[in-house]
């Protein structure tokens, strides 16, 4: 499988605080792959870094063999990478279809109907409530416009940062049925979580990030049967 991602030795800074240390590795296409770790391990940091939000100051980032280090984030997007950032960041005043519209600022026009007809079918929840203002949105709702807003944008990789956070089970269930189905239409996911359980249970491969350094990589299911990541995120 072709690599769609590769980060190699990134070390990104916040003033003086060295937040990722030389942190390693790749997105293949047709993969979810996750990053889990604990509050403040840096993986917001990461996902910030790649989409041109945050810079590195060594080592390189490539997105289907072009290099990102100082890419412009909108460029990025350009390119086919989407992120879909923690906390959603909907725009609040508009309505679910102006968000979607947004979303698809880099297609031609032409084809915007048409996507919108196929997020509405992946989220039927928001073609009922097209017209209706973002910010009355319950969060669940408004992690589902956050997801279509990216998808409207034909992303080759699609970047969740922490898409459980804050929703009742029952909504992350939903939320992770959605990624799956996502995964079997061909996209390629990099999914972002504090959610180990739930994360490595659709993963193909996940890395484990403790305070900037990622610590154990595998496939999800050797991740979930590890006692040490059982003992450390998955509740002993
Ligand atoms: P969470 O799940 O809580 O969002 P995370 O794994 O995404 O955690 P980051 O948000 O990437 O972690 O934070 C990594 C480290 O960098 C933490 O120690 C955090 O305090 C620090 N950090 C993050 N943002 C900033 C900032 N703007 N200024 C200074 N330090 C920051």
């Not at 070390?11 to 997105?27: D, L, M, P, Q, T």
């Not at 508009?94 to 996507?115: H, K, R």
């Amino acid at each position: 499988m072709e690599t769609i991602l590769k980060v190699e030795d990134i070390n990104v800074y916040y003033g003086s605080i060295h937040a990722i240390k030389g942190v390693s590795f790749e997105v293949r296409e047709g993969e979810i792959v996750t990053l889990i770790g604990a509050n403040g391990a840096g993986k917001s940091t990461t996902l910030n870094t790649v989409s041109g939000l945050l810079h590195s100051k060594s080592g390189s980032i490539s997105f289907m063999g072009k290099p990102l280090d100082r890419v412009a984030p909108h460029k990025i997007v350009e390119m086919g990478l989407a992120q879909v950032p923690e906390g959603r960041r909907v725009f609040l005043q508009m309505t679910v279809e102006e968000n979607l519209e947004m979303g698809a600022y880099t297609q031609p026009n032409s084809g915007v109907d048409s996507d919108l007809e196929k997020v509405y079918g992946l989220f039927p929840r928001l073609k009922e409530r097209r017209r209706q203002i973002a910010g009355t949105l319950s969060g669940g709702e408004q992690q589902m416009l956050a997801m279509g807003r990216a998808l409207m944008s034909h992303p080759k990789l699609l970047m969740l940062d922490e898409p459980s956070m804050g929703l009742a089970p029952i909504l992350v269930e939903q939320i992770f049925d959605i990624i799956q189905d996502l995964h079997k239409a061909g996209s390629t996911i990099l999914l972002v979580e504090q959610n180990a359980l739930m994360a490595l249970s659709i993963a193909d491969r996940g890395y484990v990030l403790e305070t900037g350094t990622i610590v154990t990589t595998g496939t999800g299911m050797e991740l979930i049967q590890s006692p040490a990541i059982k003992k450390a995120y998955l509740g002993g």
